[in-house]
């Protein structure tokens, strides 16, 4: 059976079709903003990296790239140096530059979303609107909108290169934008390293053999020259460095015999050792994957739930799974790289040591289109047209109900629990996971703990 694009009719792609459609995503776009702005965090936090990258960021306009916050002011190695650099170039260097950080988050939130309503216009420009009306009141991508983080800047990052390399006709220039824009990206998060991974797969398979290699020249110059930095730093432990988290092996629990016990009267038992990174690689995997079709996207995506029962977490697996899967070979006939790019991002989750739903954020946008484009294409396929603007709509229409979730403060709940990644949920994720063969540790607080420490 061959899979067939989402093609719209001559309506659909008409100017006044187009035109009709502008108006509600510019809506979207600027009601995102507002939330993000009327949601924002005024002041530095405790649970997250505001003021880590505040305080890299006064080190960067220094000529340094240290930790203030610690005694003796080490080298970092950790937080990639994008970020800070941007915060630098912004005049973001601690508290009295919160405000411009957060208003340059916003921004490049709405940025990104733009981009993915983009992709997904050149499909049908309903859909765009479909996906803005999805993610634009997403509690998670409002709140991490209004906060000094990182993911916004990726995301931008990511659905720009995203969108140059699949344009239709590929020029030298729109390259070398979308080559940059990648790398900028990988200098961001270490996650962008995916994006690479996927660029170059996608020039190879278009057999444009220089020009993957002068990116791969690029990057082993660039982001290489980062990581290798990092395996030198002064401090490879979990939850110190990304390089010891993504190999950390726990050490087998030891067992302590009670203090009434009869002394063992027979040989002792064999020590056990440590499973090896293979044995925990395939444990992650076994976690991670129904984790986060079960729970994380889920959330996520402030999908409805059934207390009570575990039925609605399958059902919305299986709906996921096929929808997405659809989506994705949709996507692949003309938007080629989009798929490669959340294939290699969602391997590098599986491999991780956790799961978060802020590791989604800068990649929702683009699931979003995949499971909507897939719902499109099976209810057309199995029925008509309108049973699959019928199935898109109908999903479409649970985000207004996360409009009231986004203003956390109403609700008195914290924006990290919104997120899904509260101090408090990760240390008993902590306290559960160490030394299990999956190999998973809690969330790391490098600036409070230094603090404490310094």
């Known amino acids: 059976m061959t899979v067939t694009a989402l093609a719209p009719n001559r309506d659909a792609t008409s100017r006044a079709a187009r035109t009709h459609a502008l108006v509600p995503a510019v809506a979207l776009l600027l009601l995102h903003a507002v939330l993000a702005w009327r949601t924002r965090v005024p002041g530095l936090t405790l649970a997250g990296d505001d003021a880590a990258y505040l305080a890299l960021a006064r080190a960067l306009r220094e000529t340094r790239y240290v930790e203030l916050w610690t005694a003796g002011a080490p080298v ?6 994008a970020y800070p650099g941007l915060l630098a170039l912004l005049g973001a260097t601690g508290p009295d530059g919160i405000a411009v950080a957060v208003l340059a988050n916003i921004l490049l939130s709405t940025c990104a979303l733009a981009g993915a309503a983009l992709l997904a216009a050149r499909r049908s420009p309903w859909l765009a609107v479909a996906l803005l009306l999805v993610c634009a009141p997403n509690p998670m991508l409002v709140s991490l909108a209004g906060r000094v983080y990182s993911e916004p800047f990726f995301s931008a990052l990511l659905v720009g290169a995203l969108l140059l390399c ?4 590929l020029t030298r220039r729109r390259l070398l934008a979308a080559a940059t824009l990648a790398v900028v990206a990988a200098l961001t998060r270490r996650i962008g390293v995916s994006l690479l991974l996927a660029l170059l797969l996608d020039l190879a398979l278009q057999r444009r053999w220089r020009t993957a290699g002068l990116l791969g020249l690029v990057s082993l110059c660039t982001v290489g020259a980062w990581l290798g930095f990092t395996l030198r730093a002064p401090r ?10 993504a190999l950390y092996v726990p050490k087998p629990a030891a067992n302590a015999a009670p203090a009434n016990a009869a002394p063992a009267t027979s040989a002792p038992a064999r020590a056990e050792h440590a499973p090896s990174l293979p044995r925990v690689l395939v444990a992650r995997v076994r976690t991670q994957v129904p984790g986060y079709l079960t729970r994380t996207i889920p959330a996520a995506l402030s999908q409805p739930t059934v207390p009570g029962t575990p039925v609605d977490n399958v059902v919305g697996a299986i709906i996921l799974v096929l929808a997405g899967g659809a989506g994705m070979a949709v996507l692949a006939r003309r938007e080629r790289l989009v798929v490669l790019a959340l294939i290699a991002y969602g391997g590098v989750l599986v491999l991780w040591p956790w799961a978060s739903g802020r590791f989604l954020a800068p990649v929702l946008p683009l699931l979003m289109l995949c499971v909507l484009a897939g719902l499109h294409w099976l209810g057309a396929r199995a029925v008509g047209p309108r049973v699959g603007w019928a199935a898109v709509w109908s999903t479409s229409r649970h985000s207004p109900a996360t409009v009231e979730n986004t203003d956390a403060s109403a609700h008195g709940i914290q924006p990290a629990q919104c997120l899904g990644c509260s101090r408090t949920r990760f240390r008993h994720h902590a306290a559960k996971k160490v030394g299990s063969p999956a190999g998973l540790v809690g969330l790391r607080e490098p ?3 230094d603090v404490a420490r310094a």
């Open 76 to 81: 970092h190695a950790m937080y990639p140096p």
């Open 166 to 169: 699949t344009t239709t006709t």
């Open 236 to 245: 490879l432990a979990a939850g110190w460095s990304y390089v010891s988290d």
């Open 447 to 449: 600036f409070t703990h």
